[in-house]
């Protein structure tokens, strides 16, 4: 498996070969970040300059293209302003699935109020309820199916943030701490997840039924 520190002593060299002090924020998401990767990992990378421009895509293409692994990288690239402005209920997962590798975020702090928190479960379960319903009438996809089971695990951490107050970053710690209903989401998405048997049928009626009960909150 990749070195994941010594691959970011590589990456933030090369940020500062490029961008220098215009670097205002780097982190790692996902299963790296939670200190969950595995040998297919992708390596998710968050990195905020003081300003974005169309030039800056073009030199952070190249920089990308000269690192180790660089077929495993994705992410999240941006300016300041841009993301000092963005949608709060976007934001809240944002902020709380994001691993600090140099600066800090706290600035976006004040915009994560208990109404961006619960916009971002009522946009989450419509956003799975729609295409849940798509999947089932139409795509009949198991892999669509595995995604939207995903995204429910992150719905499912914002529920729990708005009950209890606290950001649980891994899945497998809301077990103990969520209603049974919650509890059925997220232990089906570790059964797709670790390539369990998937049940069509009787796994998209399970997230059609939840996520029309939280739409209706």
């Known amino acids: 498996m990749i070195d994941i520190s010594a691959w970011m002593n590589q990456f933030l060299s090369a940020l500062d070969k490029n961008f220098g002090d215009r670097v205002w924020f780097v982190g790692l998401q996902g299963s790296y970040g939670r200190g969950e990767a595995t040998e ?5 990378v968050v990195v905020i300059l003081d300003e974005l421009s169309a030039a800056d895509l073009q030199i952070y293409n190249s920089l990308v293209n000269t690192l180790p692994h660089s077929e495993l990288m994705c992410g999240f690239l941006c300016g300041k302003n841009e993301i000092l402005h963005w949608a709060p209920s976007d934001l809240f997962q944002f902020y709380y699935d994001t691993n600090p590798i140099r600066g800090c975020l706290d600035e976006l702090l004040p915009l994560l109020d208990q109404a961006a928190v619960d916009r971002a479960i009522k946009i989450g379960v419509c956003n799975i309820f729609h ?8 795509d009949k996809s198991d892999e669509i199916l595995k995604g939207l089971y ?3 695990s992150f719905v499912v951490q914002a529920i729990c943030f708005r009950q209890t107050g606290n950001y649980v970053r891994c899945q497998k710690d809301l077990i103990p701490i969520i209603s049974s209903e919650e509890q059925s989401i997220v232990n089906t ?3 797709l997840k670790n390539g369990g048997i998937i ?3 009787q796994m998209s009626e399970k997230l ?10």
């Open 199 to 201: 049940d069509f049928n």
């Open 40 to 44: 297919t990992s992708d390596i998710d």
């Open 131 to 138: 295409s849940c319903v798509h999947n089932m009438l139409y």
């Open 208 to 217: 059609f039924t939840w996520s029309k009960r939280w739409i209706q909150k």
């Open 189 to 191: 998405f570790f059964t």
């Open 150 to 152: 995903k995204s429910a």
